[in-house]
DNA sequence: TCTGGCTCTTGATCCAGGTCAAATCGCGCC
DNA sequence: GGCGCGATTTGACCTGGATCAAGAGCCAGA
């Protein structure tokens, strides 16, 4: 029943339809027959906040495309200390391709909906499927290149900079508009405090102190903690460093 | 010329006999005649420290292998402040797939000798060849690791704990046994001071200090600035976080 | 509406690592 | 060997962000 639809939709399975990551995600170098036997496997799931989708060393048995909300990825020292080192969003891939155990933690930061696939079950296609490869080789480098932005954010700039440079990162993912195109922008933040310190390298508390500076400055508005309005962007990337 | 020896030698380009990368590294997925193909338009050069090979924003039009020596990938704010975001061994591939412009720059740290083709040459074997395309995936997964490895250390890791962080990063790629395997080892720092504290997002000061603490607590001996034994590296270890 | 338990903010104080300023070292060159 | 110069170390001091400690805001459930 799942198929119901095909003669209507070039046989795309009706779970594939209106999915983004068959779109922009890897599912786009599939082609229906592929996309058939891998939804016979797949199966669509809901998580809430705080539910951890990968332990760190744990044995990885399927991967997964983020459909809707934001997945971080956490590694974390034996004291506690943690730093988040990557959010994903919908449609990016989750898994670690060639490895069986992950080297980080991944855990819904929001509401998160997945489609889970066996691990074996890609790896299959992409033995078949260049294509396939090709894709997860273009989500790997846009994430290195992410990563490595991230790191001299981590390395060298002040904690004003790194909060305001956060601030970019979520605008720009909620409206991916070109850097100088709409002044103003409003979204809720899908982290914590604790969540935004972990990716920044602070604490909550300079965090909390870097929020307060920028309203006070006029550079953003806040309401209910989460919900953050950035009155001219200019003013938010002057603030960033670059 | 450079076919000389075809015959002997399955019809190798006498430039890649040799060669790390066909073993370890990207070539590694190329056939013999891939190799003469690629040969005829690729040729080695040798780098003096400090030479920049790829600069930020700019336009790439080869890409390389390093067949000896270590790249710095960096990054810089506009006031000058610099990280940075990977170290790149032989037989490591440098580039950017499906990117016209570099994000970073590429810089030789250490002598350096690499082996260049033209962009073009390698893109055209890219869709002949998936084998080439789960290479360059294996590599970029690899590299991604290291970033995310890497923001940990600068995100949560105190100062001590980044040297020897760094210590115990060149030492295991100096001497790639199990992380138990020899106790004692000695090797050249590839990299000065001023590198050394772009690497870990601190000054050179703070890691010159961390130096004499190392060899003050006799973790470490120093000769010549450059020249590295650790006698057990467990005690290194120990200092390193995790 | 009140209450308990969060998350977040704010304030006071501390200290790891930055900054500024001299030595000192290592090394190529005359 | 002596000189010059960049790289490194060392010392004295300062400061940005951490730490410790209260408050204040924001629900959810009774």
């Known amino acids: 029943m799942n198929l119901r639809q095909d003669v209507h939709n070039a046989g795309i399975p009706v779970l594939c339809q209106a999915c983004e990551a068959r779109h ?3 599912c786009g170098a599939l082609d229906s027959d592929q996309l058939v036997a891998l939804a016979k496997s797949s199966s669509k799931q809901t998580i809430q906040p705080g539910a951890e989708l990968v332990g760190d060393m744990e044995t990885v048995d399927h991967y ?15 004291d ?3 730093q988040i080192v990557g959010l994903q969003f ?3 891939f989750l898994g670690r391709p060639f490895k069986s155990e992950s080297a980080v933690n991944a855990e819904a930061a929001t509401n998160v909906s997945l489609c889970s696939f066996p691990k074996a079950a890609i790896e299959r296609m992409m033995k078949q499927s260049p294509e396939l490869e090709n894709r997860l080789l273009r989500q ?3 994430e290195l290149d992410e990563a490595r932005d991230w790191m001299l954010t981590l390395g060298r ?7 305001a440079s956060f601030l970019l990162l979520i605008a720009n993912h909620i409206d991916p508009t070109l850097d100088d195109g709409e002044e103003t922008v409003t979204f809720d933040l ?3 405090r604790t969540d935004i310190a972990d990716f920044l390298g602070l604490t909550i508390e300079t965090v909390s102190r870097q929020f307060t500076k920028l309203r006070a400055d006029g550079v953003i508005s806040i309401e209910n903690n989460r919900h953050i309005t950035v009155a001219r962007r200019e003013r938010l990337e002057a603030r960033a460093g670059h």
């Open 24 to 26: 922009r995600g890897v």
């Open 80 to 82: 506690g200390r943690q």
């Open 64 to 78: 997964s495309n983020v459909l809707a909300g934001v997945v971080k990825l956490t590694k974390t020292l034996s």
């Open 90 to 92: 919908a449609p990016d």
């Open 190 to 192: 899908p982290l914590t």
């Open 157 to 163: 700039k002040t904690a004003a900079e790194k909060v």
């Open 140 to 142: 790997t480098l846009k």
